[in-house]
């Protein structure tokens, strides 16, 4: 079977409402429950800390009800389906990601993940494949090997590898690093841009302490043929079965022994009713960005040490581009990142390693830049993009060599998770004051029946990720449990 018939197999999987046997042949055992409980779980949120919560409490015999704002489950893991009208435009042969489009750590938590499944996977860097980066410095894009004996670019690589872990003082990581201003796009494409914003806006303090947390093998690595989402979904498929669509929680009233839930119906064909929906403990999983601007009201409010903790952690816009060129000889099939620009501080050529066609681009852009674009035509931040490309090296890529339809119009994909409305933006990640102590305060349930889960309460270093998503939901489920064996 060709590559890409393969794939439209495949993404006809549990994102399209089918089963995937083989990725099920895992599934949790059904010897009954490990832990007396008579009461309802419920969660907010059908991510992958949402589904990780949930598929750990079913597995101990407790029930659970899942309410989920949108029309879909994953959360910020979105690949692009056959059913969406783009994906017969696209020549990728391999899945196309809107969110996480790469796995961290192959002894991660979605690591193991991806092992238990037995899912090809295409390490790209430091395996057979040995993708390179390429850069753009002095409005050039050269390879490591023609800048790493450049003074700046060494005192760059010695912040990031030996200054910024141990970083202890205030400020942002680019007045940490005190570089060079022509190497700061370089910066803010390994330490800012990755991390939700940009490099003067993260806490060097923060990000240095979270670097100095992360416990896996720090391997890189994406799926050959699956998309992410299937992935997700086919693992937590039992989870996936009790979440409700389309379900907005509005309102939290934990002030008595019960829960009191308020639930939206935003089904566009609905109106809108709400229903009270009431069940004995509650994880919500949403995203801080959500719980910043107060689109869940909690009775009583959080606590205070909760919302300051909460005001130093950030969540900004995000925006990610596919755009697909015409040649394979632009940056060769053995590139992987494009590093330094301004406008596409990260340009993941995703075909690296998977695939004989490495025109594919995906551009993550956060933070600042991100929200420069957000009010821009999708074809307008395209081509704001484009337009840095052919500026840097117009002798080898511009606009003319973008795929375009017959019409000449350009063939591109943009989302912009900032206009997501149950998820508006991309990563959380520490403002400027900011410490790993606000990710822990965060985490901290309220009392015996409130538990909060979800990336940006990641307290091991992972928090952007699904492993740090999926790791949350596990210490907030095993949190809940124990205050049921503690009561019991």
Known sequence: MKRRKALKHIGLGVTAGLALPWLNACSDDESGPEIPYDGVVGIIGAGAAGLFAADYLIAKGIKVKIFEASDRIGGRV?????????????IADFPVELGADRVLGSNSEFGEVVKLLKVPTVEFRGGTTNAIDKYFLDNQYKTFTQIESDPDIQALINFRNNILPGYAGGG????????NPRVNAILNSWLGN????????????????????????????TLNINPMSDVLLSRYSKAAGKVTLNRAVQSIDYSGESISLSVKNTDPESTGEVTEE????????????????????????????????????????????IIEFTRNDIFGADTAFIFGGTESPS?????????GSNRTFNITINGPKAEELTNKTDLEKVQQVLAEMDAISP?????????????????????DWTKEPYIKGGQSYSLVGGTNDDRVELAAP???????????TDITGEFGTISGALKSGRRAAEELIESILAAS
């Not at 601007?293 to 581009?321: E, H, Q, W, Y």
């Open 78 to 90: 979105r690949s692009v389906k056959i059913s969406d009208a783009i994906f017969n435009n696209l």
């Open 395 to 415: 002798s080898l890529y511009g606009t003319r060599d973008v795929r375009k339809t017959e019409s000449d119009e350009i063939i591109y994909l943009v989302h």
């Open 172 to 179: 942002s990581v680019q007045a940490a690093a005190g570089l």
């Open 446 to 456: 309220v009392g015996e029946h409130l538990y909060f889960a979800g990336e940006a």
């Open 278 to 321: 009431v069940v004995n403990k509650l994880i919500v999983t949403v995203p801080v960005s959500i719980l910043k601007a107060g689109d869940v009201a909690f009775n009583p409010p959080l606590p205070g040490s909760k919302t300051t903790a909460m005001s130093r952690i950030g969540m900004d816009a995000s925006i990610r581009m």
């Open 347 to 355: 340009s993941f050529l995703s075909g690296a390693g998977r695939s």
């Open 194 to 221: 990755p991390y939700g914003s940009s490099a003067d806006r993260i806490s060097a303090n923060a990000l240095g302490e979270a670097l100095t947390l992360i416990a896996h093998d720090g391997k890189e690595f």
